[in-house]
Every structure is written in C-alpha cells, then in structure tokens.
C-alpha cells in the first residue's frame, strides 16, 4: 500500500506534465511559427519576421470574414441573453404546467449534433425559399447558445431574492424601473458571462454556419478554406495566434467577473430566513 | 407627536372582510381589523397562519380574493404596491447588494424627484435616525445582520409612509441583539408617530412592542386586544397556549348571567370569572385556567385564603425561577408552578407534599 503510494507520488507529477504537454505544446506551436520567415512550419526556425501579420491586415476577404464572424457572434450572444433572461426567469421564478419540458427544449441542442441541426435548418430554408444567410446563421447559433446562456442565467437568477424587486415596487418604483435599478444590476455577472460564452461558442463554431452562410464566410469558414493553400499557412498561424490572444483576453476578463460575483453572493450569503 | 385623543378616534387601516385564496387553500378567511394612526399593532401567530400573508395584502403584493382595505380613509382595492402609501421591511430585508447605505435609502427618493440637497438631508435625517450616520458609504455586504436591519428601517423611514410594514424584522438576529432592537424599535415609533404593523410568532416580541395585538390562526383571528388584555384573559385555550404557559382546569358551569359565569372547579370549589369575548354556550363543561406565575408556594406554617395541596412530581430549573410540576389529587392534569428561586424553590424535593396559593381572580374562563 505504501509502495504504491510512493510509487504514484512520484509517477503522478511526470504523468500530469506530460499530459499538459500533450494538451498545449500544439498550442504553442501556433505563435511560435507565425513568427517563422519560411512558409513551411518545421524546425529548425529560418528567422524572426512580421511579415505575416502585416499580410492579415491588407487582407481583404480575411477582414471581411472577421467582421461576419463578429456580428454574427455578438447578434448570437445578445439574442441568446435576452432569450436566456425570459427563460431563465420564468423557470425559476415560476410554477407552471410544462416546466420541466420547456427547460428540456431549451437544452436539447446540446444533445443534438451540429450536424443535424445544421441540416435540417437547411431544408426548412430551402422550403421556406430563404436565401442563404448570415441572419440564418444567427439563428442556428442562438439555438446551440441557448442550453450555455440559459444554464448560467437560471444559476445566476437562483440566487437571485424575489423580496429585491418586492423591495424596489415597494419604494415606489415601477415594473420597469425596477427591471433597470435593481434586477439587471444585480444579474449583470451572470448577463455578462452568458454574453461571453455565446460569443465564443458563435465565434468558433464551423458546421453551421458552413451550411448556412452561403457566400458570407464567418472565420472559421475562411480559415478552413485557406488551409488548401500551403503558401497562407503562416498567414492562417498569425491569425490563430490572435484569436488565442484574444481568447486569453476575453477568459481573464470572464474570470475576473466571476469572481466579483462570487465573493458578493458569499458575503451575502450569511443571512438565512 | 400624537395626542391619544386624535391617535383613538381615527383609523388609519380598516380591513374588511378580507379573503385570500392561493388555489383551493384559504389563506385569510374573512379578516376585519381596526388599526388606529400612530399605533404599533402586531400580528401574531403560528408559521401558516396568514398573518405575513395579510401584511402583503396590505403591501400591495397579490390581491385580496374579497374585502376591502383602506389606508387613511382610501380603498387601496387594484392599487399597486408602489402607489400605496405603506413601506416594508422585509425579513431578509432586501439590501441591495450593488449599492451602498445611501444609495440604498435615497432609492425610493430618486422617484420624486427632489432636489439634490434636500433629498441628501433626507437620506442623512434618516440615516442618523437609525444611529447608521458613519456608515452611509459601506456596501450591504459589509454590514451586519443589525446594521442592515437599520439600513432596511431607514430606506422605508424615508419615504414618510402612513404605514410602515415589519415582516418578522428580528426573527434573523441573536437573541442579545434582538432585545437591544426591540427596545429601539419601540423608541422609534414612538418618536416617528407612524403607525407601525408588526407580523411576528415571538409572543414575547409582540406583547413586549405592541400596543394592541391580534393573535391568528388558520387564516382568522383569535382575538385582539393590549398585551396585558390578551395575556391575563385569553379568549380560547389555543391563544392561551401561544401566549406562555396555562393549567387548564375542566369546571362545570352553575350560574350564568350577563357578564360572568360562576363555576365549579375540582380542587379550586366555587369560583366567578367574566365570560370570555365571544362565549357561547356549549352546555354545562368549561374550561379554566390559570398561568403558572400565579399559583405561589406555601412555605412552612404560611396560610393563604384560598389554597390547593398536592404533590411535586417533577421539577425543572431555569436559572431565575423553577418550575415545579404538581399533582393534585382529584386533578386531570397536573398543575405548573412558576416559582422564583430566591426562597429556594430549586431546592424543593421532587415527591414532596406541597401547598399553593391562588388569588381567584387568575382564574380565567376560555372557549375551547
């Protein structure tokens, strides 16, 4: 027993670097040959150069991708959020017949494959004779988005006392104000976090919207096309190398709300009726 | 602030005849109340009993399946909560957690529109109303459980309500700070002069506070009256039983008249009681009581007027009194004595013979 408690003692911290290594060394790789002056990723490195990032910025169909991803990724987010806010409201606040399988609804997407999703948004815009679009796109975003955002949002409004709103009516303010003053503010840590995993999962999610989008190509659709041309492979790693600072950016800053929100509800949590 | 005068001849509240169904369960069946302006009235009763279902009606939080209220002369029928002139304080007090202490009071104020100077005067008179005046820029999460009942005292104080709702105020502190709060709870009442509504199940709290309380049950009440009135004659074994400890004693009526009954009582013989708020005569059986405190013992050679003897079968000391559990013969039930220790009642053995004193006019006659 002992033996094998030592035996794993020292085994475990090599099995865990090696597991780490496994997950981010490819990662790592990303910013490393974005950097590189030849085209071809391989060591040994041939020189530092910019060169590729420059290349980004005169880009035009790059541009334009990163910009059809943008809109469709913060469209996704705000219509998932405001969504998520109806529903998560009414779940937690309210006891109505067909509760528990509007919930199951809202998170079936998450068992869904894309793929499925994905075609069968297709046929009913082809039987609709709707164009191919980025709207389409945003819609099937919101659908897979929903499970995430209504899943933060029904934690965030658990926690949430009824008697604040009863306490804003109280004092004279209205149903709106009171929507405003008291109940966004008080949610805004879990709105926000909501809108950051729409977001990225918009951001990155490649089958939708290579089935919907027709001619506007989001990022990843681009990226995926540029993949079949050796010669804008640095150009792709430059690209990727962004987006993984960005991601890193927009992680910390989720990290930090988080945060914020979880010494509030624990400092508050020192009353029980 | 206000003379008794005007304080008894105006209602502030009238409750009529107040119904509130939740489905198939009747919460309030057919409540009507008085509340006088500037009275502190508290609702008192078991958990379940619709008195912090009342509270809310009067709020503006649901509405009354029948009845009426009226605020002031005013049906507040249809009237939302935030244009009824009543404030709460809630029993988790509702601090809002993303302001601080003065955003918090000025909030309802911010509705008004007042200028900038006279609605910080107001948050501050309110503030230091509360003894919060140092604390106006802390955030809720950094308050205690009394700092923030101030809080939740003040943000209502300000709006100068008609009526200020309590719902369970004290029921989240420890019991030191719940006295101390009491005691400032009723200095500020009385120095606001605002008719305060108290919904409690401590019946220390409400008989400590208020000046008149009515005790629920299922959804009715039991009786109103002063702390003392309701204590000293309680209309039914039940509200006797939730106001303290009571011997219940079966009696048989004799004589009846207008105002009293005379009775036959094993043990205590013939005694007279006034007949309790709303008798009606259930035949010849009728119940008496008698609270603990006012059974005295006997020491040694002592004699008293009118005295019972029996037998210490039990004895349980509280620090200040002991209460001694005695049998008397002919009795159902045993008696419950309430004895100060400073004789040595602690030190009496359990299976001693024993005799008590009584004064008949404790003898209290109760509906069942």
């Known amino acids: 027993m002992t033996l094998l408690r030592k035996a794993g003692a020292s085994w475990l911290p090599i099995y865990a670097g090696l597991y780490l290594l496994f997950l981010y060394l490819p990662v790592l790789l990303l910013p490393v040959f974005s950097v590189n002056a030849s085209a071809i990723p391989v060591f040994p490195l041939k020189g530092l150069t910019f060169d590729w990032y420059r290349s980004l910025a005169g880009n035009d169909a790059l541009i334009n991708a990163l910009w059809n991803s943008l809109l469709v990724g913060v469209a996704s987010a705000l219509l998932a959020t405001v969504l998520g806010i109806c529903a998560a409201r009414a779940i937690t606040r309210y006891r109505f017949r067909g509760r528990r399988p509007m919930t199951a609804v809202i998170m079936a997407p998450l068992f869904l494959p894309e793929i499925i999703i994905a075609i069968s948004l297709l046929m009913v815009a082809m039987q609709l004779g709707l164009g191919l679009s980025l709207i389409l796109v945003i819609f099937g975003h919101v659908l897979i988005c929903l499970p995430y955002s209504a899943t933060v949002l029904i934690s965030g409004f658990e926690g949430f006392d009824p008697s604040f709103e009863e306490a804003s009516a109280d004092l004279g303010e209205t149903a709106f104000g009171t929507l405003t003053r008291v109940t966004l503010p008080i949610l805004m840590p879990a709105i926000i976090s909501s809108l950051l995993v729409s977001f990225t999962i918009s951001l990155d999610e490649f089958i939708i919207a290579f089935f919907l989008s027709g001619s506007e190509p989001t990022l990843p659709i681009y990226i995926w096309g540029q993949l079949r041309f050796p010669a804008k492979l640095p150009g792709v790693l430059a690209l990727g190398t962004l987006m993984l600072l960005a991601s890193l950016l927009l992680l910390t800053f989720a990290e930090m709300l988080r945060r914020r929100a979880a010494k509030r509800t624990q400092l508050d949590g020192g009353f029980h009726a | ?368």
């Open chain 2, 1 to 368: 602030m206000l003379d008794t005068v005007s304080a008894a001849s105006k209602p502030m509240i009238e409750i009529s005849g107040l119904r509130k169904s939740f489905g198939n369960f009747e919460a309030l069946k057919s409540i009507s109340l008085n509340v006088q302006e500037g009275e502190f009235f508290s609702l008192l009763g078991p958990s379940g009993c619709g008195k912090t279902t009342l509270l809310r009606l009067l709020a503006g939080f649901g509405e009354q399946t029948a009845g009426t209220i009226a605020i002031d002369g005013q049906d507040m029928t249809g009237r939302p909560a935030n244009r009824r002139p009543t404030n709460m304080v809630f029993q988790s007090y509702a601090i809002f957690p993303h302001m601080n202490v003065e955003e918090n009071v000025g909030y309802g104020l911010k509705r008004l529109k007042l200028d900038r100077q006279e609605e910080q005067r107001r948050v501050r008179e309110a503030l230091d109303r509360v003894e919060l005046g140092a604390l106006g820029k802390r955030r809720a999460n950094e308050l205690s459980g009394g700092q923030r009942q101030r809080v939740a005292l003040a943000r209502a104080l300000v709006m100068r309500p008609k009526v200020l709702l309590l719902d369970e105020p004290l029921s989240a502190l420890d019991k030191k700070l719940r006295e101390q709060m009491q005691v400032e709870l009723r200095h500020l009442q009385k120095a606001v002069g605002i008719t305060f509504i108290l919904v409690t199940h401590d019946q220390y709290e409400a008989l400590a506070l208020s000046d008149r309380v009515a005790i629920m049950f299922d959804g009715q009440v039991a009786q109103v009256g002063t702390p003392k009135d309701i204590y000293q004659n309680p209309v039914s074994r039940k509200v006797a039983d939730f106001l303290g400890g009571m011997n219940f004693v079966d009696a048989e009526i004799a004589e009846e008249n207008g105002v009293s009954l005379t009775l036959d009582a094993a043990g205590f013989g013939r005694v007279r009681a006034p007949k309790p708020q709303g008798y009606q005569s259930m035949g010849r059986q009728i119940t008496l009581g008698i609270r603990p405190e006012r059974l005295r013992v006997l020491w040694d050679d002592d004699q008293a007027e009118h005295q019972i003897g029996g037998q210490v079968i039990d004895r349980h000391y509280f620090g200040e009194v002991t209460q001694l559990i005695v049998e008397i013969p002919g009795f159902k039930a045993p008696l419950a004595v309430t004895e100060t220790n400073d004789f040595g009642a602690d030190d009496i053995p359990v299976g001693s013979a024993i005799r008590l004193a009584y004064d008949p006019d404790a003898l209290v006659a109760m509906n069942d």
